[in-house]
Nanobody, 125 residues
Framework: QVQLDESGGGLVQAGGSLRLSCATSGRTFSGYALAWFRQAPGKEREFVAAINWSGDSTYYADSVRGRFTISRDNAKNTVYLQMNSLKPEDTAVYYC??????????????????WGQGTQVTVSS
């Protein structure tokens, strides 16, 4: 059993920055690939970014590549999403997710077994 707890969401103007955090508990953090997804009202959930178990490989959706950075601190059992140059279309509930795997192939299509409750990010124009 793994629990994920997102924080750091809020209201920001276009062009601003936010850093989301996802703290984990219940099991060891090492060995888990982690990802961020988001879902806007009336739209399907979409992949945002992923990071492998050791933190040396990342993958980003085209819509956020170059603006967002995913990172992890295994000592603190926490994964982060640094969001810069935010746009109104980034407005959504952001979720962190985890899966236990040492492989990192097509992480945007992999099944994630554990999910947080989400944190709201609103970007005003």
């Amino acid at each position: 059993q793994v629990q994920l707890d997102e924080s750091g969401g809020g209201l920001v103007q276009a062009g601003g920055s936010l850093r989301l955090s996802c703290a984990t508990s219940g099991r060891t953090f090492s060995g888990y690939a982690l990802a961020w997804f988001r879902q806007a009202p009336g739209k399907e959930r979409e992949f945002v970014a992923a990071i492998n178990w050791s933190g040396d490989s990342t993958y980003y959706a085209d819509s956020v590549r170059g603006r967002f950075t995913i990172s992890r601190d295994n000592a603190k059992n926490t994964v982060y999403l640094q969001m810069n140059s935010l746009k109104p279309e980034d407005t959504a509930v952001y979720y962190c997710a985890a899966r236990y795997s040492r492989i990192f192939t097509s992480p945007q299509f992999q099944r994630y077994d554990y999910w947080g409750q989400g944190t709201q990010v609103t970007v005003s124009s």
